[in-house]
C-alpha cells in the first residue's frame, strides 16, 4: 500500500506497511531520498527514505538493558557489535488515521502492531506521525503517548537518506553542532567532547571522502523549530529544521556513497544505559510528548 501526497510541485510517498516510511520526495522532478534498488518491495527499511526510529534510536549496546528493576533483551540486529538497532516501529505496520491531500497521519502502538516485542520494552509505546508537504518542504510532527497508561521510557529520531542532483563533490555540509558523544564500538564512552577537526562542520565544508557515523551535540539553543544542518549545493540547498526537542544528530555517510543522512534525535546512542543526561526521556502515564522537524529545498537566488 502506498499513500502520496502532493503540494504544487512537490509529492512524496510512504508506505505505512513498511514503518510509515516516507522514502519519495520529488521537488522539481528530482527525488531528494535515497533507497535501495526495488524499494517499497525490496530492499531494508532501514536503508531507505525516512525510517522511523521508535522507541530508540541507533544502537542499544548488547541489545539488553535494565530498567525499574527489570532486565530487558532486544533483537540483535547489528551482528558484527551484538547491538540492537533503531527500534520496533520501523519494521512494523502502521495503522493510517487519515490521509489528505497534502499530508498523511499514521500510528504505530508496540502492542497492537508488534506484539511479539511487548515483553521486549518496559512499557507499551505508542507514536503518532503526521507528515504534511507544502512547496518545497516537508514537515514531521510526531506525539509519542502511554497507550497503557504507565510510565515509557523512550528516544525517538529520524534517519533521512538525502540525495543530491549532481555529485556530492560538488555540495558542502554544515551542522550547528559544537561537541561530539566519542565513541567506541560505536558506542558513546559517556564523554561529550570539543568537536575535532574532522567532525566539524559549522562552516560549510566538502565531506570529501569521509565516512562518517558519528553523533554531534551541542547544539545552540533555540525556543522553537531552528535550522540546524544543511547540504549545500551550486543551485540548490537542503536544509534540516528540528524544535528544541531534538538535542543530537547523527550525521552518517552510506558506504555507496550516494546519501548523506543528516538525522534529528532526541537522545544519543545508548541513551538508556546513560539516562537524562543521554537525552532519555521518561513519559509519565498522563503525559503526550510532541516533537517536529522539516526539510527544505531552497533553490539558490
Known amino acids: 500500500m502506498t499513500i502520496e501526497i502532493h503540494c504544487g510541485t512537490t509529492r512524496a510517498l510512504l508506505d505505512p506497511e513498511r514503518g510509515f516510511t516516507l522514502y519519495s520526495m520529488v521537488v522539481d522532478g528530482f527525488d531528494y531520498l535515497h533507497t535501495e534498488p526495488g524499494f517499497p518491495e525490496h530492499g531494508k527499511v532501514t536503508h531507505s527514505g525516512i525510517p522511523v526510529l521508535f522507541p530508540w534510536p541507533n544502537r542499544i549496546a548488547g541489545a539488553h538493558f535494565a530498567w525499574d528493576g527489570s532486565s530487558y533483551d532486544v533483537p540483535v540486529t547489528e551482528p558484527a557489535t551484538g547491538a540492537g538497532l533503531h527500534g520496533f516501529a520501523c519494521h512494523a505496520k502502521w495503522q493510517v488515521l487519515n490521509a489528505d491531500s497534502d499530508r ?28 504534511l508537504l507544502s512547496e518545497r518542504s ?32 560538488q555540495w558542502l555540509l554544515q551542522c550547528d553542532a559544537t561537541g561530539h ?18 567532525l566539524d562542520f ?6 570529501g571522502g569521509a565516512h562518517l557515523d558519528d553523533v554531534l551535540t551541542g547544539l545552540p539553543e533555540a525556543t522553537a523549530i531552528s535550522r540546524r544542518a544543511a547540504l549545500i549545493g551550486p543551485e540548490t540547498s537542503i536544509e534540516v529544521s528540528s524544535d528544541p526537542g531534538f538535542g543530537e544528530y547523527v550525521l552518517f555517510t552510506p558506504g555507496s556513497r550516494d546519501a548523506v543522512a543528516i538525522e534529528p534525535y532526541t537522545c544519543t546512542t545508548d541513551a538508556v544505559h546513560l539516562g537524562s543526561r543521554g537525552g532519555w526521556q521518561v513519559l509519565q502515564p498522563t503525559e503526550e510528548a510532541t516533537f517536529e522537524w522539516r526539510i527544505d529545498v531552497i533553490a539558490s537566488s
Open 104 to 131: 498523511a497521519t499514521g500510528e504505530f502502538i508496540l502492542s497492537r502492531d508488534a506484539p511479539e516485542h511487548v515483553t521486549d520494552w518496559p512499557a507499551d509505546a505508542g507514536i503518532r506521525l503526521t507528515y
Open 138 to 169: 516537508l514537515t514531521a510532527r510526531a506525539s509519542v503517548f502511554s497507550p497503557a497508561g504507565e510510565p515509557l521510557p523512550f528516544g525517538l529520531g529520524f534517519h533521512p537518506y538525502l540525495r543530491v542532483p549532481g555529485s556530492f563533490d
Open 202 to 207: 559549522r562552516h560549510p565544508r566538502a565531506i
Open 181 to 198: 558523544w566519542p565513541l567506541r564500538d560505536m558506542i558513546p564512552t559517556g564523554e561529550i567532547l570539543p568537536l575535532p577537526p574532522e
